[in-house]
C-alpha cells in the first residue's frame, strides 16, 4: 500500500509543471491623468515596484484589463504594491498629473 501512495504521489507531482522567473529587465514608464496603456508581453511577468508622483501629494490608480482595481493615496501613506501581473494583461497607469511607475519584467521558464 505505501509503494502504490508513493507511486501515485510521484506520478501527479510529474504532471504538475513547475514556472520559474527569470529576472530580465527593469522598466520605468510614464503615467499620466490621461493612463497610458501597456501590454505585459507574451512569455513575460511584471512586478509592479513603485510610483513617484511629480508632486508632493496625489494618487496612483492602477486599471487591469480595463477595470480599475488598485488606487493609492499617497498623501495618505497608502500602498498596495508590489502588484504582479501576467502575460498579455493590460494595465493602465493613472497618476494625479504625471509620473513614473516602476516595474522589473521577469521571463517565464519552464
Request: charged content about 5%.
Amino acid at each position: 500500500m505505501k509503494i502504490f501512495i508513493l507511486s501515485l504521489f510521484l506520478f501527479v507531482s510529474s504532471l504538475i509543471s513547475a514556472q520559474n522567473l527569470q529576472f530580465n529587465q527593469v522598466l520605468i514608464l510614464d503615467g499620466n491623468s490621461n493612463t497610458p496603456s501597456y501590454t505585459v508581453p507574451a512569455g513575460k511577468v511584471w512586478k509592479i515596484e513603485s510610483a513617484s508622483i511629480s508632486s508632493g501629494s496625489g494618487y496612483f490608480g492602477l486599471s487591469i484589463n480595463g477595470s480599475s482595481v488598485a488606487i493609492v493615496a499617497y498623501a495618505n501613506g497608502g500602498n498596495l504594491l508590489p502588484y504582479w501581473l501576467p502575460a498579455g494583461t493590460n494595465v493602465g497607469f493613472y497618476i494625479y498629473q504625471t509620473g513614473k511607475v516602476s516595474i522589473i519584467e521577469f521571463n517565464v521558464v519552464p
